[in-house]
């Protein structure tokens, strides 16, 4: 089975510079990975996914990377803007299409 | 073009009731997931519908059994209904279950259980 840690619950960034959110996972079997944004009241919209074929997957001002050897990838946003306040999920696709989520990070841009 | 629906949006319930939650997948996909999101967790994959029949689940008691009807509209029901299965139930749709064609997220359905 997959485990998927996001151990930053929050993060608080000013306005233009870049936020950067961390997603650790236990198991490489798995190498398909996406981030999922959440405003409140809404479902999860999906923002961007990597495979392990690439290190990195840009669209626009989101990049993600992948570090295999340490299991860990990070979402980058820059430059970040007040609507980008929101809940940030990091989910791995396991067989059959199921999605394992982390715990979600909570990120605030101040303007 | 609708993106996925849910109904109802809030719904409170008793323990030892039963609730029945429903999804209609945005036009054109045919696959219907349902997670569970608890307060403060990430959502937790439930099952998976394609063609009218259960072909994942996660691990979730019998209590949680859904349906997808021919129009691929699901539904799911929790029996015996525990304050633990307080939460918000999230559908995703598909075309096809293969997340690569885009998993689409409807707003949830918010269940207290008193």
């Known amino acids: 089975d997959q485990q998927v840690k996001q151990n930053s619950p929050s993060l608080s960034v000013q306005e233009g510079r870049i936020s950067i959110l961390n997603c650790d996972y236990t198991?490489?079997?798995?190498?398909?990975f996406l981030w999922y944004k959440k405003y409140p009241a809404e479902g999860p919209t999906f923002l961007i996914s990597?495979?392990?074929?690439?290190d990195k997957n840009e669209d626009g001002r989101f990049t993600v990377f992948l570090n295999k050897s340490a299991k860990h990838l990070s979402l980058h946003i820059v430059p970040s803007q007040p609507g980008d306040s929101a809940v940030y999920f990091c989910?791995?696709?396991?067989?059959?299409?199921?999605?394992?989520f982390g715990a979600g990070t909570i990120l605030r841009v101040k303007s | 073009d609708a993106g996925v629906t849910q109904s109802p949006t809030h719904l409170i319930k008793t323990r030892g009731q039963q609730v029945t939650l429903r999804c209609s997948p945005k036009?054109?996909?045919?696959?219907v997931s349902w997670y569970q999101q608890a307060l403060g967790q990430g959502p937790q994959f439930i099952f998976q519908?394609?063609?009218?029949?259960?072909?994942q689940r996660g691990n979730f008691p019998d209590r949680f059994s859904g349906h997808q009807f021919p129009n691929y509209s699901s539904e799911l029901n929790v029996n015996a209904l525990l304050l633990g299965d307080s939460a918000l139930y999230l559908c995703?749709?598909?075309?096809?279950?293969?997340?690569?064609?885009?998993?689409?997220f409807g707003s949830g359905t918010r269940l207290t259980v008193v």
């Open positions: 995703a749709s598909s075309f096809g279950p293969d997340v690569d064609y885009g998993y689409t």
């Open positions: 198991n490489s079997m798995f190498d398909y």
């Open positions: 990597i495979s392990s074929i690439k």
């Open positions: 989910a791995s696709m396991e067989y059959g299409n199921k999605l394992v």
């Open positions: 036009s054109g996909h045919d696959t």
């Open positions: 519908y394609y063609e009218e029949e259960e072909r």
